[in-house]
């Protein structure tokens, strides 16, 4: 008996020092992808973002389109707001795990711009205040996946 339980406690540090970690990051990740399709951050619900002058008809930015030589692009008015034409931003959300520590961000200079609403330039000239699209933060739902995932993986390890 008291191999088997020694087995289990020896079994659980290394799943703490290997894969939690991994658990967490892979899954904090997921959630903050999602933010990109909803359009909108969940912490306890979805908080949609406001919407971006491309889609709005009104706007001189409507269809703008940077890759498009006439700079309108019809699907831009209809594309989510920023995935754009390239998800680079999306794409760009990783974690790195250092000592007992996920960390969860993205390297683009533009993320914190999005994130927490901070001056922007226009093509590099005209300044304005980008409106705050937050698609990282602290979150009931993603806590909850987290701790889901937890427990079935220490039931799988005591044979639960």
């Known amino acids: 008996m ?3 339980v020694k087995a289990h406690i020896n079994e659980l540090k290394e799943f703490k020092k290997q894969d939690l970690p991994i658990i967490i990051g892979v899954e904090a990740v997921r ?5 990109f ?5 969940t912490d306890k619900t979805v908080k949609k973002w406001s919407n971006v002058e491309r889609r709005k008809p009104e706007s001189e930015w409507y269809g703008f ?6 700079r309108f692009s019809q ?6 707001i920023l995935t754009g034409e390239t998800t680079e931003l999306k794409n760009s959300i990783h974690y790195v795990v250092k000592a ?20 922007a330039k226009i093509f590099g000239k005209k300044e304005h205040i980008m409106k705050a699209r937050p698609f990282i933060g602290k979150s009931e739902v993603l806590n909850a996946a987290i701790t889901a995932k937890i427990e079935r993986e220490i039931k799988r390890i005591l044979n639960l």
């Open 31 to 35: 959630h903050y992808n999602k933010s």
């Open 65 to 70: 389109s940077r890759t498009n030589k006439d």
């Open 37 to 41: 399709v909803e359009e909108g951050f």
């Open 100 to 119: 007992d520590r996920v960390t969860v961000g993205s390297d683009k200079p533009y993320a914190a711009v999005h994130q927490f609403g901070l001056p």
């Open 75 to 80: 699907t831009r008015t209809q594309d989510k």
């Open 2 to 4: 008291q191999a088997i």
